[in-house]
């Protein structure tokens, strides 16, 4: 059972460059999340998309963007970075159709950026 | 906005005893969701228990039990004979029923002591 699965698991970036996290959920959830986590500070939202074809800003948007390609695949792209972005990230997933919908988190993608 | 606040950075526990992790929010919603979260040092999200606000009855899952408090905005998560496993760090987090954000607190980092 892959769950969900977010790639790559580490990655060293220098300011200014660009990259895109991917993930993907095979559980056919319709709400699909980007999470960041630091210390003190918990997880906060950066972007959500309730179903496909839509997308939504949480806490903490600035500096990112996200594509919802399909019902299974939600990536997250800095297309600037900042040390400011130095996270672990977190793609999650819900399916939220009627009820508490139980996040799936994926393994969580670390970031820095030098 | 909803806020969720977990007031203890650290706590920790002996073996076989029972620990108490504390968790308050702000809403102004009448219906909504609470959940808890484990994240062992492996990074990996795991859903703990969740309560519904509309639930009088208190949630229990074998050793994990919610003292909810929906007047007092209170939800702690108590764990009974802690073992060594149950160290992680615990977020509490909040979702509106009719929303498909969750918002999470700071977390509380426990660590059972052998």
Redesign the interface.
């Known amino acids: 059972n892959a769950g969900v699965t977010q790639t790559p698991k580490f990655q060293v970036l220098k300011t200014g460059q660009s990259m895109t996290l991917q993930c993907a959920q095979d559980m056919n959830h319709n ?1 699909m ?1 980007w ?1 960041r986590q630091d210390p ?6 950066i972007y ?1 998309s ?1 179903s496909e074809g839509t997308t939504d800003k ?1 806490e903490v948007p600035n500096g990112y963007n996200v594509s919802r390609l399909n019902k299974r695949e939600f990536s997250l792209r800095l297309e600037s970075a900042a040390p400011s972005q130095t996270s ?1 990230y ?1 793609c ?1 997933s ?1 399916r ?1 159709v009627v ?5 799936f ?1 994926g ?2 993608s670390r970031l820095t950026v030098l | 906005a909803q806020t969720v606040t977990q007031s203890q950075p650290e706590m920790s526990v002996q073996e076989a005893e029972t620990v108490t992790l504390s968790c308050t929010y702000d809403t102004s919603e009448n219906n909504y969701y609470l959940f808890w979260y484990k994240q062992p040092p492996s990074r990996q999200m795991i859903l703990v228990i969740r309560q519904e606000a509309y639930k009088q009855q208190n949630a229990t899952e074998n050793r994990f039990s919610v003292n909810f408090q929906k007047a007092a905005k209170s939800f702690s998560l108590k764990i009974s004979d802690s073992q060594l496993g149950d160290t992680a760090m615990y977020f509490c987090a909040f979702m509106k029923s009719t929303g498909n954000q969750f918002y999470f607190g700071t977390g509380t980092s426990l660590t059972v002591i052998p």
Not at chain 1, 40 to 45: E, H, I, K, Q, S
Not at chain 1, 99 to 103: R, V, W
């Open positions: 709400s999340y999470y003190g500070m918990g997880l906060r939202l959500y309730a949480g672990v977190f999650a819900s939220r009820g508490p919908g139980e996040l988190f393994e969580g």
